[in-house]
């Protein structure tokens, strides 16, 4: 994962993938996990998402990781939210009331700092991560939270027009990457409205994704 290119997105404000209400996929498929109000949803490179003040919204408690400082400061202060702070290992960690935010490599984050979650979000995370990466991201993930089911996002497109991040992510590879400890269902494939970034057709899938065994 390229630091510098992220920290650079933050710094220079090139942040057009922000959205500023939340992700409407989000609204109309996370009742697919079955949360109990109070379950605690991780939230892997987040950046500053107003899915997080939805989550807070609706009930939930959010942990999140994020590698710019500047995403977590800006979105504390959208929420109107003062963070205490302090290092955890190689990490800052961010907390106020049902809301914990690592800042840092995620591949630094441990399960025993994250602590236990109910579910992860994974809107930006796997798509902006290239090939190479995804893998070692998705093993990652699912030892850090205990192979909690998770709601995933991604977008399938002609990666010969146009540069990710975000990167196409097919099903097939989707399937590669969890279907060895996990269940995965497509809740929906949508059009993305104007194509990716203005101009590349392509499509977002929206996948659940949880234990062979759930109900």
């Given at each position: 994962?390229?630091?510098?290119?992220?920290?650079?997105?933050?710094?220079?404000?090139?942040?057009?993938?922000?959205?500023?209400?939340?992700?409407?996929?989000?609204?109309?498929?996370?009742?697919?996990?079955?949360?109990?109000?109070?379950?605690?949803?991780?939230?892997?490179?987040?950046?500053?998402?107003?899915?997080?003040?939805?989550?807070?919204?609706?009930?939930?408690?959010?942990?999140?990781?994020?590698?710019?400082?500047?995403?977590?400061?800006?979105?504390?202060?959208?929420?109107?939210?003062?963070?205490?702070?302090?290092?955890?290992?190689?990490?800052?960690?961010?907390?106020?009331?049902?809301?914990?935010?690592?800042?840092?490599?995620?591949?630094?984050?441990?399960?025993?700092?994250?602590?236990?979650?109910?579910?992860?979000?994974?809107?930006?995370?796997?798509?902006?991560?290239?090939?190479?990466?995804?893998?070692?991201?998705?093993?990652?993930?699912?030892?850090?939270?205990?192979?909690?089911?998770?709601?995933?996002?991604?977008?399938?497109?002609?990666?010969?027009?146009?540069?990710?991040?975000?990167?196409?992510?097919?099903?097939?590879?989707?399937?590669?990457?969890?279907?060895?400890?996990?269940?995965?269902?497509?809740?929906a494939c949508t059009v993305v409205e104007g194509g990716l970034k203005g101009k590349v057709p392509a499509r977002e899938t929206t996948w659940l994704i949880e234990k062979?065994?759930a109900q």
């Amino acid at each position: 994962m390229d630091a510098t290119f992220w920290h650079q997105k933050w710094e220079r404000r090139e942040i057009g993938f922000h959205q500023q209400q939340a992700n409407p996929l989000l609204v109309a498929h996370f009742g697919k996990l079955n949360l109990a109000i109070g379950s605690r949803v991780m939230l892997p490179l987040c950046g500053k998402t107003r899915d997080i003040a939805w989550l807070l919204a609706s009930g939930f408690r959010v942990a999140g990781a994020e590698l710019s400082k500047i995403a977590v400061e800006e979105l504390f202060d959208e929420l109107e939210l003062a963070p205490q702070t302090q290092l955890a290992g190689p990490l800052w960690h961010y907390r106020a009331d049902n809301i914990d935010l690592f800042v840092g490599d995620i591949f630094e984050l441990s399960a025993d700092l994250l602590g236990p979650v109910d579910a992860v979000y994974d809107r930006a995370a796997l798509v902006a991560l290239p090939a190479e990466i995804r893998q070692k991201y998705a093993a990652h993930l699912t030892g850090l939270t205990g192979a909690a089911p998770q709601l995933l996002v991604a977008y399938e497109y002609d990666q010969l027009l146009a540069e990710g991040p975000p990167f196409s992510v097919a099903a097939d590879e989707v399937r590669d990457l969890y279907a060895g400890n996990y269940r995965l269902t497509p809740l929906a494939c949508t059009v993305v409205e104007g194509g990716l970034k203005g101009k590349v057709p392509a499509r977002e899938t929206t996948w659940l994704i949880e234990k062979p065994d759930a109900q």
